[in-house]
């Protein structure tokens, strides 16, 4: 056993310290960069006049007969407007938050340092930004998927085998929210299941019934483009669905995107993070504690993505990160 001395520990929780307030200014910078543009944005006539996906949205969060691919969100949509609370507002809240969580997966899986730099990167990265204005489900959709990433993490720490119930109710709430999750559900299942513990597998899956099994009563999410093998197409070509303002010309309206957002040859960030990120895993081999459900939901997430709708900024927002 390693002998503790009081001052050891003293440097232990001052250095876990530093990292919490880390993390929260962190949070606190991605919330302000995502006020500002807000505040730039607000009188852009994009803003004040909802069209295509965002209007179908909000029709269905008014209670309208309206098609939406991920009816989850207009119900999110409604709650904030019950609560007369800006739900561009929200969002930005929820960037600050999923800053915060990719620092304590950084921190479970590798560093408290570079689970920082993984939520400074996510603070300063473009499309979160833009996303926060635009009332379409990746922000949600990712701060949810994070939190997924995290209770896993968690759960598997702890010594409470129905702690995966949570993970399992994030899985199901996520799986309303980017459809191609559920391509991870069998991943994790398999996961538990090699570990050796069929209870762990059971909690998982209840906790993901319980949250799934509500939505058979309500009108179903729409899978009709979920394999849309347009793949090659869409990558090479960049093809974008987004039903909302281009990024990139929103660069010619915010300082903040102006800097953060550009398409030379290559586009910035993601053109530019990918490699990198890529590289990271590569190197990080075994030093990367519990890198294997992180991989896995990579692997996973990555492949129902693309089959989705071939990887457009939008879909991928749940894999950015």
């Known amino acids: 056993m390693l002998d503790w001395t009081s001052a ?3 440097t232990l929780l001052w250095r876990i310290q530093n990292h919490n307030y880390a993390a929260i200014a962190i949070g606190l910078l991605a919330l302000a960069l995502r006020v500002v543009y807000l505040q730039e944005m607000e009188r ?13 949205y909000w029709a ?5 007969e309206w098609a939406v691919e991920v009816p989850l969100y207009a119900v999110w949509l409604r709650v904030l407007a019950s609560v007369d609370m800006s739900p561009r507002m929200a969002q930005a809240f929820l960037g600050a938050l999923s800053c915060i969580l990719l620092s304590l997966i950084g921190r479970s899986v590798a560093t408290p340092a570079i689970g920082n730099i993984a939520a ?11 996303f926060a204005g635009v009332l379409l489900p990746p922000i949600l959709a990712g701060t949810s998927a994070l939190a997924l990433l995290w209770a896993l993490l968690w759960a598997e720490q702890s010594e409470n085998r129905w702690c995966f119930v949570w ?3 994030l899985m199901g709430l996520t799986f309303h929210l980017a459809p191609y999750v559920v391509l991870f559900t069998p991943v994790v299942l398999w996961w538990l299941w090699r570990n050796g513990s069929r209870a762990e597998c059971l909690a998982f899956a209840a906790g993901a019934v319980c949250v799934t099994a509500p939505s058979l009563f309500v009108p179903a999410i729409g899978f ?6 347009d793949l090659i197409y869409g990558m090479a070509h960049g093809r974008e669905y987004t039903a909302a303002l281009d990024m990139y010309e929103t660069r010619d309206v915010s300082s ?21 990120a890529l590289l990271g895993l590569a190197l990080a081999g075994g030093e990367v504690r519990g890198r294997g459900v992180v991989l896995y939901y990579l692997v996973s997430i990555a492949f129902g993505v693309l089959l989705h709708m071939g990887g457009t900024s939008e879909m991928r927002f749940v894999l950015v990160p």
Do not use: N, Q, T
Not at 60 to 64: L, M, P, Q, T
Not at 256 to 276: K, N, Q, R, S
């Open 224 to 229: 009709e483009r979920f394999f849309a093998f």
């Open 44 to 56: 852009h006539p994009f803003f004040e006049v909802l069209v295509a996906a965002e209007k179908g």
């Open 60 to 64: 269905a969060a008014d209670g309208a």
């Open 8 to 10: 050891d520990r003293r």
């Open 120 to 130: 400074l990167a996510l603070a300063l990265y473009g499309p979160a930004i833009y």
């Open 167 to 169: 993970p399992g109710a």
């Open 256 to 276: 903040v995107l102006a800097i953060l957002v550009w398409e030379w040859g290559i586009a910035f960030p993601f053109g530019l993070l990918l490699p990198l």
